[in-house]
């Protein structure tokens, strides 16, 4: 695919995320990864999700940063997106270190 000529891209979940349509969200985020240098995702509108997107969010900015890219939060999570987080664990686990995760979830200066 050509690259875009707009580097930043905003893919925008909303309703419900969970198994039942991972698949549609994880060829939004591929297709944006492709197409984009930094991609913002954002989950404000996110009324109900399962641990699937946590996974596939924390996979994507691998492969983001794998790929010399930025993937971040538009916002820091909230909401939903927020305490499905903290209920799974997912603050404390970090991405590699600890401080990534918060840095990610939370959109703290080493997030960026």
């Known amino acids: 695919m050509p ?10 979940f909303d309703g ?3 198994v039942r349509n991972i698949q549609a969200a994880y060829d939004r985020l591929s297709a944006a990864i492709a197409e984009h240098q ?10 109900e999700l399962d641990l699937s997107l946590i996974q596939l969010l924390l996979a994507a900015k691998r492969s983001a940063d794998k790929n010399g890219k930025s993937l971040r939060l538009a916002a820091p999570a909230t909401g ?25 979830w939370l959109q703290t200066s080493s997030a960026r």
């Open 3 to 12: 690259k875009s000529e707009f580097p930043t891209c905003r893919v925008v």
């Open 16 to 18: 419900v995320q969970t």
């Open 38 to 47: 930094t991609i913002e995702v954002d989950c404000e509108g996110i009324a």
């Open 80 to 104: 939903n997106l927020r305490v499905a987080i903290d209920r799974a664990g997912f603050l404390a686990a970090g991405i590699g270190e600890p401080d990534q995760a918060q840095a990610f």
